[in-house]
C-alpha cells in the first residue's frame, strides 16, 4: 500500500487535501494530529474515518511525533512527573487512534536534553525512556495497537546503538523504528545507509523521501536531493524489509509535482522490495 499524509497540502482544507490525493494515486492515509484537531470526540473522529474509507483510502497511522506533550527529560528528579505526562499522552493518542480505524501510533523516542552527558543519556535517560515506553506499549499492545518511534537528527534515537539497545528491550512484535530517510540523511549524512543494516528487522516502516543533508525537516522528492537512494532500497532490501512506505514531501514546496514524481518511483521500489501492492 503506497502510504501519503495530506499534511504535505497543509494550505488545503483537509477534505480538498484527501481528494487530491485519491487523484494522485495515494492508497494509505498517515494522519498528523493538529489536521484533525477540530475532531475533538470519538464520533466525530470515526466520521472522519468513514469518510476517509469512502473515498477509496485506508487509515493507517496517526503520526504523534513531536507531540507536546513528549518534552526532553531534563533531570533524574523529575523523572515520575515527566514519565506520568508522556504516558499519559501516549495512552490518548492510542485511544485516539483506535478511534480513527487505525492500528499503528507514530511516535518519537525524545529530544536529547541539553547538557546530557553520554553517561546519561546511556544511563538514566534510556532506562526513564524505555520505561516510559514500556507503560504506554503495554496500553497499546491490550488494544491491538503497534508503536514505532520516527527519530529525528536531534533525538535520542539517532545514536543507533542506543536505539537498538531501545528496541531490544520492548516487543519486536509491537514496537519499531520508522527510519525517515531525510531525517537520517541529515543526522547521519555519511552512515543513514548502514543505519539500515545495522537496525535491520527493527524497522518497521519507511518515511521515504530524498534530503540535501542539511535541511532536518525538508523532505525532498526522490531525485531532487542527493541521497543515494539506490543505496538506500539496497540496504531495505538487504535486511527483508517488508513493512509500509509512506512518500514524506513534507514542507516540499511543491508536493503535487513531488506527487507525481514520486508515486510511480515508489511503486518501483515496492517492486524491488516484494512489497505486495494493495
Not at 58 to 84: C, I, K, M, W
Not at 173 to 197: M, S
Request: hydrophobic share 40%; proline share 5%; with cysteine.
Amino acid at each position: 500500500m503506497l502510504i501519503g499524509n495530506p499534511m504535505i497540502f497543509r494550505q488545503y482544507h483537509l477534505e480538498e487535501a484527501l481528494r487530491l490525493m485519491v487523484r494522485l494515486g495515494y492508497e494509505g492515509i498517515e494522519l498528523w494530529p493538529p489536521q484533525i484537531a477540530v475532531c475533538k470526540t470519538e464520533a466525530l473522529r470515526m466520521q472522519l474515518s468513514d469518510y476517509i474509507r469512502s473515498l477509496g483510502l485506508t487509515p493507517v497511522r496517526l503520526n504523534a511525533a513531536d507531540a507536546d506533550y513528549f518534552t526532553p527529560l531534563q533531570s533524574r528528579h523529575h523523572v515520575d512527573e515527566d514519565g506520568a505526562r508522556i504516558v499519559q499522552g501516549l495512552k490518548r493518542d492510542v485511544d485516539v487512534t483506535l478511534s480513527l480505524g487505525m492500528k499503528q501510533l507514530l511516535t518519537w523516542e525524545g529530544r536529547t536534553p541539553v547538557n546530557a552527558t553520554r553517561a546519561d543519556i546511556s544511563g538514566w535517560i534510556f532506562d526513564a525512556t524505555a520505561a516510559i515506553l514500556g507503560e504506554a506499549l503495554d496500553y497499546a499492545v491490550g488494544r491491538g495497537v503497534s508503536l514505532s518511534v520516527e527519530v529525528h537528527p536531534f533525538t535520542l534515537g539517532i545514536d543507533v546503538e542506543w536505539l537498538c539497545r531501545l528496541c531490544d528491550h520492548l516487543d519486536a512484535n509491537y514496537f519499531g523504528v520508522t527510519y525517515d530517510c531525510c531525517h537520517f540523511g541529515v543526522g547521519l549524512p555519511d552512515d543513514y545507509i548502514a543505519a539500515i543494516r545495522q537496525l535491520g528487522r527493527r524497522i518497521k516502516h519507511v518515511h521515504f523521501s530524498d534530503s540535501d543533508k542539511h535541511s532536518p525537516e525538508l523532505h525532498f522528492a526522490p531525485g531532487a536531493g542527493c541521497l543515494d537512494l539506490g543505496g538506500i532500497v539496497r540496504a531495505l532490501k538487504d535486511i527483508h524489509f517488508g513493512g509500509t512506505l509512506m512518500l514524506d514531501l513534507w514542507l516540499y514546496p511543491l508536493p503535487e509535482e513531488g506527487s507525481r514524481t514520486g508515486i510511480p518511483y515508489l511503486r518501483h521500489v515496492m517492486q524491488e522490495l516484494n512489497i505486495e501492492p494493495r
